[in-house]
C-alpha cells in the first residue's frame, strides 16, 4: 500500500504537468489563429475613455477624425494634392468606400483620386475610409449634404462583403482597440433597417469585451454563432476543438472565406444585404441629382482564381446590378489586360494587401475611362 501511494501521485502529477503542456500549446495556436481572423480572443487593452472619444455615433469605426493630422481637408476628404482647397475649388466627383477608395499603402499623393483629379482636371473629394463597410459608406454619402459633386462613386472591395453582416470589428480582424459599427438588416418587405453601432456604459463596455453576446442579436460573427467562430477561453484546449467544424470547413472550401457570402443561399443574408445598400446609394444619388456608379474592386486572390476559372467572385453582384440596370464598373478585366502576363502580385502589396501606386494610378485611369465612355461631353473638368 506504502508503494502505490506514491505510484499514484506520481501518476497524477505527469496527467497534471501533460494536461499544463497541452493547455500552453492549446493556448499558443490560439494565439495563431486569433491572430489570422479564426478565433476570437477577448483582448482589448483600450479604455473606455479612448473607445468614447474616437467613435462616430452613426458610422462607428473608425471615425474620420481618428486619421493622421493633415490628412483631411475642411470638407471631411481626404486631401487632394492637384486640387487642394475646397472652398474655392468646386468638387466635381466624389468616392466614398473603404481602404481601396482611401488608397490604403500610398501617400495622398498617389492616391487614385489625386490621380483622377489630375486626369478629370478638376477637383475630386475622396470620402473613403480605412475599414468602412458599404453600410458605413452609403451612411456617409447619405448624411454628407454638403458633397456637391455631379458625380458620385461607391467603391467596393470584395473581400468588404462580410463587413455588411458584422458590428465588431474583433471578430474578424483582430486588434487592441475595439471597433464597433452599425449594419442594416432587411425588413419583412425587403427594405432596409438600420441597426446603430452598440452604445455602453463604462461598466458594460468591459462586460462586452468578456461577454458579448447579450448586446449583438444581429452579429453574425458573434463567438459560438452561425458563422462557426469560437471564442479562446480556458480550457484552450476545448476551445480548439470547439473551433475545429470551422477551420475544417475553411480547408475543405479551399478560397478566401468572403467567397462563401456572395452565395444567395447564405445564412448571413450579406449578397442580399449588400446588394440593397448600393439600390439605397443609386437611389439616393438621383434624388439628390447626382450621376452614381458603383465600382467593383478585385483584390489579389480574386484576380488569381479569375484567371483559373473565368469567373469573378462578385459576378451575383454584377448579375444583380445588371437586373436592376445600375451603373458599374468591373475593374478585373482592365486589370488583367493591363498585366497581360505579369503577376496581380506585381500591382498589390501583398496577398490580402493594397495596391502599389502603379496599382491605383491603374485604377483613375479605368474609373476614367469608364466615366468618359459614360458621360461624354458632360464628362466633369476640362478636357484641354
Known amino acids: 500500500m506504502g508503494k502505490q501511494r506514491p505510484q499514484t501521485l506520481l501518476t497524477a502529477v505527469s496527467i497534471l504537468l501533460g494536461l499544463v503542456v497541452l493547455e500552453g500549446l492549446s493556448f499558443g495556436v490560439g494565439i495563431f489563429l486569433h491572430r489570422h481572423g479564426k478565433i476570437y480572443w477577448p483582448h482589448v487593452t483600450e479604455t473606455y475613455a479612448t473607445y468614447e472619444a474616437r467613435l462616430d455615433p452613426l458610422l462607428g469605426w473608425p471615425s474620420p477624425g481618428a486619421v493622421g493630422s493633415g490628412e483631411l481637408d475642411a470638407t471631411g476628404s481626404r486631401v487632394t494634392p492637384a486640387y487642394p482647397d475646397p472652398e474655392s475649388q ?39 475610409m480605412n475599414g468602412y463597410g458599404t453600410d458605413q459608406a452609403y451612411l456617409r454619402f447619405k448624411t454628407n449634404l454638403k458633397d456637391q459633386a455631379k458625380v458620385v462613386l461607391l467603391v467596393f472591395s470584395s473581400d468588404n462583403i462580410r463587413r455588411s453582416v458584422n458590428r465588431v470589428r474583433n471578430f474578424i480582424i483582430p486588434g487592441p482597440q475595439l471597433g464597433t459599427k452599425p449594419r442594416f438588416i432587411l425588413g419583412a418587405e425587403g427594405q432596409l433597417e438600420l441597426i446603430p453601432p452598440p452604445k455602453f456604459t463604462e461598466a458594460e463596455y468591459y462586460a462586452f469585451i468578456r461577454n458579448p453576446a447579450p448586446n449583438l442579436p444581429d452579429e453574425f460573427f458573434l463567438p459560438g454563432g ?17 473551433s475545429m467544424p470551422f477551420l475544417f470547413s475553411l480547408w475543405r472550401q479551399g478560397t478566401p472565406q468572403y467567397y462563401e457570402f456572395f452565395k444567395k443561399d447564405h445564412p448571413s443574408h450579406a449578397l442580399a444585404i449588400t446588394l440593397a445598400i448600393m439600390k439605397a446609394f443609386r437611389a439616393e444619388a438621383a434624388a439628390r441629382g447626382k450621376y452614381p456608379l ?61 495596391c502599389t501606386e502603379e496599382g491605383y494610378r491603374l485604377i483613375a485611369q479605368l474609373v476614367y475611362n469608364k466615366l468618359a465612355e459614360l458621360l461624354g461631353k458632360d464628362l466633369p473638368g476640362r478636357n484641354p
Open 90 to 128: 468646386p468638387t466635381e466627383v466624389s468616392i466614398y468606400g473603404d481602404s481601396f477608395a482611401w488608397s490604403d499603402e500610398v501617400d495622398r499623393l498617389h492616391a487614385w483620386g489625386n490621380v483622377l483629379s489630375g486626369l478629370l482636371h478638376c477637383r475630386v473629394a475622396n470620402f473613403g
Open 294 to 354: 458603383i465600382v467593383l474592386v478585385p483584390i489579389y486572390p480574386d484576380l488569381v482564381n479569375f484567371k483559373k476559372l473565368g469567373r469573378w467572385v462578385y459576378q451575383p453582384v454584377m448579375d444583380e446590378l445588371d437586373r436592376d440596370k445600375i451603373t458599374y464598373l468591373n475593374l478585373g478585366p482592365g486589370i488583367l489586360a493591363y498585366l497581360g502576363l505579369r503577376d496581380p502580385g506585381e500591382i498589390f502589396n501583398h496577398r490580402y494587401g493594397h
Open 226 to 242: 452561425p458563422s462557426g467562430v469560437q471564442a479562446l477561453r480556458f480550457p484552450y484546449t476545448l476551445s480548439l476543438i470547439k
